[in-house]
């Protein structure tokens, strides 16, 4: 594979200090399987790989229909050339390298056309087994097992129904195949081309004499080829070729013709004229779907109509929508009450000689459980304009939902301008806080919590190790007084950048630290080298809370 040792011999300086022995550990423990692989195929006492299969009981759906067992001691064993497991030609094959492995398989397990065999390994941070669909996967899990020191690896297979989104798909099984050669060549014997027949006499013999001519039916020709039309057989005699009774009253019903035009060459639109047109016309019955007891919602979110008899899917909905109603039609009211059966609600504007607004509305939920309908909006509006001034009715569940379509597109909109095009499109005065508030919530339901995100960096590791073999990912956490454990410390180093570093890179790395300035405070570490062109070259990155010398050394070990 061209893999050199490393050599600990190559001065690494960080500026004019020598760089300390731990970040070469860390740069060969990311290549240490390649290493063993390289080494074992030079060993010329340990060139064999043993591989196992053992499978799960499985039912083999063979193609005649028969269902054969596979019991749960069936272990398959074979012993292969190192070649043949190279890592880096198997990462190359992709899921051809699994296909291969399965026609191996193929070798010695049946199943049906309809079917695939499950290449599986245990995954123990899901506590499951996982299918294996690429030769990546396969070279991971060797690795997971020590496989290249103990030259052996244990995999485990199932029959399962053929998927059509599997990347390895169906792959036939050779003994199967057999099976099914073998069964036609000894239960249907072929019917011979060549058949002798007995003729009684011919030209130039004696009357009474049998002689046997042996004819070749393959080169028998017809002189005239016809054009077979076979007639339609009637009910009546198609009911007694199966057995079934017929009654006197098939017979009287049963039509002279056929069921099926005799002429064969009738055109199709000799049919076609022979359909009245007036009356199939006649035959279409409009049919109206709607039912008088059903509940249509049809509403606009953004220019919604609040009127008495007015049906809504929810009480939720039907409250953005008031809000959106009252804003769009410059008014401020005051929800008296609601919860998830009722609704009511009072303007709390004035009039010109100060007395209040007589406007309310009432809604209610209706029988189904989920509609909600308008019963009563008795008055109308005396007030004056609420336009451009702040409204109870912008809250921050109302701006959330108005700004959630602008941060899914751009999310990196700050709130000042979500602000200022809020207030161009309705006729309102916002508060910068309540802004704020319903972009953190728009925020959180569109990707999710930032503090949960923490939960999710060990997945970060997994996947990141199981997409880059070799690659290097480390997370430092730390336990508070109440037992809590919290994130504390990263360190990842990819496998193309220490490839790219140990092959084409100057001897020099330098490390250095930013400060985080965003929601989360704290260090953000970069470990840089030089190439051939004095371009820096990225190795490493790590985050931790300060710039302190335990820090520092968790970094670099």
């Given at each position: ?174 003994l199967a195949a057999q099976m099914v050669d073998d069964d036609w060549a000894t239960q249907r014997p072929l019917i011979p081309m060549c058949t002798e027949l007995t003729v009684i006499a011919e030209e130039g013999d004696v009357a009474g004499t049998e002689t046997a001519v042996t004819v070749d039916w393959n080169a028998v020709e017809l002189d005239e080829p016809t054009d077979l039309v076979i007639a339609p057989m009637p009910d009546t005699e198609m009911a007694k070729l199966f057995g079934i009774p017929v009654d006197d ?37 409009v049919v109206d779907d709607a039912h008088d007891d059903e509940l249509v919602h049809v509403y606009d979110k953004e220019n919604p109509v609040i009127e008495v008899g007015k049906l809504w899917p929810s009480m939720a909905e039907f409250r953005m929508c008031f809000k959106t109603y009252a804003v769009k039609h410059e008014f401020d009211a005051k929800t008296v009450w609601t919860d998830k059966k009722k609704f009511y609600a009072r303007c709390r504007g004035f009039d010109g000689s100060v007395r209040p607004c007589k406007w ?198």
């Amino acid at each position: 594979m061209g893999i050199q040792r490393w050599s600990s011999q190559i001065p690494l300086r960080i500026g004019n200090t020598p760089l300390f022995d731990p970040i070469l550990n860390a740069i060969r423990a990311s290549s240490l399987f390649l290493t063993l692989a390289a080494t074992n195929r030079g060993d010329a006492a340990a060139r064999t790989f043993e591989l196992m299969i053992e499978f799960f009981p499985s039912k083999a759906k063979l193609v005649d229909g028969s269902i054969q067992n596979i019991q749960r001691d069936t272990i398959l064993k074979w012993e292969v050339e190192f070649t043949e497991i190279d890592p880096q030609v198997l990462q190359n094959m992709g899921e051809n390298a699994v296909k291969k492995w399965v026609e191996k398989i193929g070798e010695d397990i049946v199943w049906g056309p309809e079917q695939e065999v499950s290449l599986l390994r245990f995954d123990d941070w899901k506590g499951e087994y996982v299918r294996i669909e690429d030769g990546e996967e396969i070279v991971e899990e060797i690795d997971r097992q020590n496989g290249w020191t103990s030259k052996r690896a244990n995999f485990f297979a199932e029959l399962v129904d053929l998927n059509l989104f599997s990347k390895v798909g169906y792959v036939p099984s050779r003994l199967a195949a057999q099976m099914v050669d073998d069964d036609w060549a000894t239960q249907r014997p072929l019917i011979p081309m060549c058949t002798e027949l007995t003729v009684i006499a011919e030209e130039g013999d004696v009357a009474g004499t049998e002689t046997a001519v042996t004819v070749d039916w393959n080169a028998v020709e017809l002189d005239e080829p016809t054009d077979l039309v076979i007639a339609p057989m009637p009910d009546t005699e198609m009911a007694k070729l199966f057995g079934i009774p017929v009654d006197d009253r098939d017979k009287e019903g049963e039509r002279d013709e056929s069921s099926l035009p005799i002429d064969a060459n009738r055109n199709l639109s000799e049919d076609v004229e022979d359909v009245d047109v007036q009356l199939m016309e006649d035959a279409v019955n409009v049919v109206d779907d709607a039912h008088d007891d059903e509940l249509v919602h049809v509403y606009d979110k953004e220019n919604p109509v609040i009127e008495v008899g007015k049906l809504w899917p929810s009480m939720a909905e039907f409250r953005m929508c008031f809000k959106t109603y009252a804003v769009k039609h410059e008014f401020d009211a005051k929800t008296v009450w609601t919860d998830k059966k009722k609704f009511y609600a009072r303007c709390r504007g004035f009039d010109g000689s100060v007395r209040p607004c007589k406007w309310y509305i009432s809604a209610r939920l209706q029988p189904d459980g989920s509609t909600v309908r308008v019963n009563q909006i008795p008055n109308q509006h005396t007030c004056i304009t609420s336009s451009q001034r702040v409204s109870t009715m912008t809250s921050q569940l109302w701006v959330a939902e108005k700004i959630t379509p602008i941060l899914a597109k751009t999310p990196n909109t700050t709130a000042k301008k979500l602000k200022t095009d809020l207030e161009k499109m309705y006729p309102i005065k916002l508060k910068y806080t309540t802004v704020w508030k319903a972009k953190q919530r728009a925020m959180k339901n569109l990707y999710g919590d930032w503090a949960n995100t923490f939960r999710m960096l060990f997945n970060f590791k997994a996947e990141v190790e199981k997409r880059s073999p070799g690659s290097v990912v480390e997370i430092d956490t730390e336990v508070s007084e109440a037992g809590d454990v919290k994130f504390s410390k990263f360190f990842m180093a990819l496998k193309p950048c220490i490839d790219g570093f140990k092959a084409g890179c100057r001897p020099y790395l330098s490390i250095d630290s930013s400060f985080l300035t965003g929601k989360w405070n704290g260090q953000l570490a970069a470990c840089n080298a030089l190439d051939g062109h004095n371009w820096m070259f990225p190795v490493a990155v790590g985050l931790f809370q300060s710039e302190s010398e335990p820090s520092w050394t968790w970094f670099m070990m």
